[in-house]
């Protein structure tokens, strides 16, 4: 597919990495980003023939001599360099539509997309079916980029995707067999300029289906049933219809699967994503007793609402992977003790009033981040005492101080972490080394 072209990659990270080395062979390649880079990737490019510049205006490097640009997903598509790639009709892409064209015949492959809990469900199915010893390979916006898992793919494999709403705005020819849409939410508006843009961009998920391919959607969501009213695939509800709880137990085709009682994932949030993963599960022959066997070992993941510790009879909650206000919702409503919540960081002009029907039992707010402002008049109006800091450092010193027996310490920010941190991963980690 790419033989012999120049090619611009924009942004460094796993996917910008992995991509450069993936195409360097027979064709000329120049990335670039604004960090500084490790060392031993530096070398190992140079040896590739890949020229890597840092440089805070990658735009000037561009020019019509380039075929293609692949951008990192986080690169917002109002930069620079992507409105001067569009002005010289250089189609921008990114390192998962590079790889798609490079897989093996006859691969199945499933997409997990969504607002919130598209980590866990993805998470889910890739356990399940590797129980059930099907050959399934995990990648995308998990961790794990596509070109770096290209080598051990082989035909008739299974291949599972975590897809971001940032990855599928680049994404031309890509196309999944089965696609899942877990939810959808006002989320990333500071990206795609709108809710219907980003709506729109999450619809992608879809694209180039047909009747033989199978779209997984949330039933109770309004938002994923508008924008899956005209796609042409084979349609499977879970929450209702296809797969649901019925008196404590879920339910696949009308066939008790599971007591809830017995999945040791809790939250009705859980539950939606669990039964998410067994519609696609379902299309494998699913063997019964090895799914029940995940869902009863299976603890979560890490960011994601993880119980860290109890320390002098207080529990601490870390939900650094709740970048929105639904996310925080769903954390808030799983908690029925004091919680001190710890609300803020990145700018992007959400909601914190969202939360407000949800704030029973959130006795004091810790206000941190660029939002703390915000965060703090919220909880004025709120009538719920703030503390208001810069860091979270700061945020667990006076939590320290408040925190008695019972209580239960959540972080879960509502905001993206990128004022402090590059990934919320980095602020969950601190806060679990701060306990």
């Given at each position: 597919m790419y033989q012999n072209q120049k090619i611009f990659i924009f942004g460094m990270a796993k996917s910008g990495y992995e991509c450069a080395k993936f195409l360097s062979k027979n064709n000329e390649i120049l990335i670039t980003d604004a960090k500084e880079q490790e060392e031993e990737h530096l070398?190992?490019?140079?040896?590739?023939?890949?020229?890597?510049?840092q440089t805070d205006t990658p735009e000037e490097l561009l020019d019509e001599t380039f075929d293609v640009v692949v951008k990192n997903p986080g690169i917002i598509m109002t930069h620079p360099l992507v409105k001067k790639a569009q002005e010289?009709?250089?189609p921008i892409i990114n390192e998962m539509e590079v790889a798609y064209h490079y897989l093996p015949e006859n691969v199945t492959i499933i997409g997990v997309t969504g607002s919130n809990g598209k980590t866990t469900t993805t998470t889910l199915i890739y356990e399940m079916l590797k129980k059930m010893n099907v050959p399934v390979h995990l990648g995308g916006n998990i961790g794990f980029?596509?070109?770096s898992i290209l080598p051990s793919i082989k035909p008739n494999d299974v291949l599972l995707l975590e897809i971001s709403d940032h990855q599928l705005l680049n994404m031309k020819d890509f196309k999944t067999n089965i696609s899942v849409l877990t939810n959808l939410c006002p989320t990333h508006l500071d990206f795609h300029?709108?809710?219907e843009n980003y709506k729109k961009v999450k619809q992608k998920i879809f694209q180039h289906h047909t009747q033989k391919d199978i779209a997984i959607i949330n039933a109770t969501n309004e938002d994923s049933l508008?924008?899956?009213?005209?796609i042409p695939s084979q349609k499977k509800y879970f929450t209702k219809q296809d797969c649901y709880i019925n008196e404590n137990t879920i339910y696949l085709n009308d066939e008790p699967i599971i007591h809830l009682e017995d999945i040791k994932l809790k939250g009705m949030h859980n539950y939606e994503n669990i039964m998410a993963a067994l519609l696609v599960v379902n299309e494998f022959h699913m063997q019964k007793e090895k799914v029940c066997e995940v869902l009863k070992n299976f603890g979560g993941v890490e960011h994601r609402l993880e119980f860290v510790k109890r320390v002098n009879d207080i529990d601490y909650y870390n939900d650094s992977k709740s970048t929105n206000p639904t996310s925080t919702i769903t954390a808030l409503k799983s908690f029925q003790t004091p919680v001190l919540l710890i609300l803020g960081g990145f700018e992007r002009q959400q909601d914190f009033f969202e939360l407000k029907?949800?704030?029973?039992?959130v006795k004091k707010i810790y206000a941190m981040g660029e939002t703390k402002d915000r965060v703090e008049e919220f909880a004025k109006k709120m009538s719920i005492p703030c503390t208001k800091k810069e860091t979270l450092q700061e945020v667990m010193k006076e939590i320290k101080k408040d925190a008695i027996k019972n209580d239960t310490v959540l972080l879960s920010p509502a905001c993206a972490s990128w004022d402090q941190y590059d990934k919320f991963e980095d602020r969950g980690a601190e806060f679990k080394s701060l306990i």
């Amino acid at each position: 597919m790419y033989q012999n072209q120049k090619i611009f990659i924009f942004g460094m990270a796993k996917s910008g990495y992995e991509c450069a080395k993936f195409l360097s062979k027979n064709n000329e390649i120049l990335i670039t980003d604004a960090k500084e880079q490790e060392e031993e990737h530096l070398k190992l490019l140079k040896q590739l023939g890949v020229t890597f510049i840092q440089t805070d205006t990658p735009e000037e490097l561009l020019d019509e001599t380039f075929d293609v640009v692949v951008k990192n997903p986080g690169i917002i598509m109002t930069h620079p360099l992507v409105k001067k790639a569009q002005e010289l009709q250089i189609p921008i892409i990114n390192e998962m539509e590079v790889a798609y064209h490079y897989l093996p015949e006859n691969v199945t492959i499933i997409g997990v997309t969504g607002s919130n809990g598209k980590t866990t469900t993805t998470t889910l199915i890739y356990e399940m079916l590797k129980k059930m010893n099907v050959p399934v390979h995990l990648g995308g916006n998990i961790g794990f980029p596509l070109c770096s898992i290209l080598p051990s793919i082989k035909p008739n494999d299974v291949l599972l995707l975590e897809i971001s709403d940032h990855q599928l705005l680049n994404m031309k020819d890509f196309k999944t067999n089965i696609s899942v849409l877990t939810n959808l939410c006002p989320t990333h508006l500071d990206f795609h300029g709108s809710y219907e843009n980003y709506k729109k961009v999450k619809q992608k998920i879809f694209q180039h289906h047909t009747q033989k391919d199978i779209a997984i959607i949330n039933a109770t969501n309004e938002d994923s049933l508008k924008e899956t009213e005209k796609i042409p695939s084979q349609k499977k509800y879970f929450t209702k219809q296809d797969c649901y709880i019925n008196e404590n137990t879920i339910y696949l085709n009308d066939e008790p699967i599971i007591h809830l009682e017995d999945i040791k994932l809790k939250g009705m949030h859980n539950y939606e994503n669990i039964m998410a993963a067994l519609l696609v599960v379902n299309e494998f022959h699913m063997q019964k007793e090895k799914v029940c066997e995940v869902l009863k070992n299976f603890g979560g993941v890490e960011h994601r609402l993880e119980f860290v510790k109890r320390v002098n009879d207080i529990d601490y909650y870390n939900d650094s992977k709740s970048t929105n206000p639904t996310s925080t919702i769903t954390a808030l409503k799983s908690f029925q003790t004091p919680v001190l919540l710890i609300l803020g960081g990145f700018e992007r002009q959400q909601d914190f009033f969202e939360l407000k029907e949800h704030m029973q039992y959130v006795k004091k707010i810790y206000a941190m981040g660029e939002t703390k402002d915000r965060v703090e008049e919220f909880a004025k109006k709120m009538s719920i005492p703030c503390t208001k800091k810069e860091t979270l450092q700061e945020v667990m010193k006076e939590i320290k101080k408040d925190a008695i027996k019972n209580d239960t310490v959540l972080l879960s920010p509502a905001c993206a972490s990128w004022d402090q941190y590059d990934k919320f991963e980095d602020r969950g980690a601190e806060f679990k080394s701060l306990i």
